[in-house]
């Protein structure tokens, strides 16, 4: 068991963006975002552990002393909701009808199992699922600002984005990422329910867009990760079939990656080259 230096939280205003909205931001691991409206203060997610989510809480004390505190998941992975033990009975916890599944699923608990065995930093979590689920869409009026939870899925199957209209501002949860977002599984199915899922949020014409992690606030990255998607059953679909694109005709920018970072986009890459591959096979049918 190891004990490398436990991540910390840190509250980052993005530049460009109403004040309303910041990121509670975990370095090299995730950030989570907090709205605040008239009415209530939305935490949406709840970061990789209760430890973390408490010191999250700690930065927006002031915020939740004057209003009452709404919590969302984006989807059920660790980095996002392994939190939840820190709110639960405080306030609910919204998140899609299917993430109440996932966290219960013998995977979870496999890999919260894994989790525990590589670091000790996850050995106060507990697997808590959303205590208020939805299926397609749902709409929270802060009064100032609206914010409405999306069923975005492609990334995992219960994934929600939130769109924030007033402001136009998209948190997009992991439905985008830079250079490229993770398909669920290596199929033409997710393919398809991500690319849906990316056309949908791009047609609400954000001006910004919050991924859960890179740091971006550029609304052109749907429009990226789209093309790029498309590309691989398109522009590159001779060299899908042949097997294989290399991660660096793929993405020529790529190069300043951290080796953790690369290792893990060309891990998607690799899964959205297989789900292309199926995807060309069965139109050639
Ligand atoms: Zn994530």
Not at 111 to 122: G, M, N, P, Q, V
Request: net charge negative.
């Amino acid at each position: 068991m190891t004990s490398p230096a436990r991540p910390r939280v840190h509250k980052h205003l993005l530049p460009g963006l109403d004040r309303r909205i910041f990121a509670l931001r975990v370095p090299d691991e995730v950030d989570g975002f907090v709205v605040r409206t008239e009415r209530f203060v939305a935490l949406v997610d709840t970061l990789s552990t209760p430890e973390l989510c408490e010191q999250a809480l700690d930065l927006i004390a002031d915020e939740t002393a004057r209003r009452p505190l709404l919590v969302i998941n984006t989807h059920a992975d660790w980095d996002h909701v392994w939190g939840n033990a820190a709110v639960e009975g405080r306030t609910p916890v919204i998140g899609h009808r299917s993430a109440a599944t996932r966290v219960r699923s013998a995977r979870a608990l496999d890999t919260l199992h894994a989790k525990r065995a590589s670091d000790d930093r996850f050995a106060r979590v507990r697997l808590i699922a959303p205590t208020v689920t939805f299926d397609t869409s749902l709409s929270l009026d802060g009064g100032d600002l609206t914010l409405e939870l999306l069923h975005t899925p492609g990334h995992t199957p219960d994934h929600i984005a939130v769109w924030i209209p007033e402001l136009r501002v998209c948190l997009a949860g992991d439905t985008a990422e830079d250079p490229l977002p993770e398909l669920w599984e290596g199929d033409a199915a997710s393919l398809e329910q991500l690319t849906a899922s990316l056309e949908l949020l791009r047609s609400l014409e954000p001006d910004h867009v919050l991924p859960s992690h890179g740091g971006t606030t550029d609304p052109a990255l749907l429009d990226r990760n789209l093309r790029h998607l498309s590309g691989l059953t398109g522009r590159h679909a001779d060299a899908v079939r042949a097997g294989g694109l290399p991660f660096e005709a793929a993405f020529p920018g790529s190069t300043q990656l951290t080796a953790e970072a690369r290792a893990f986009y060309e891990m998607c890459h690799h899964k959205a080259l297989r789900a292309a591959a199926a995807t060309l096979a069965s139109s050639a049918e």
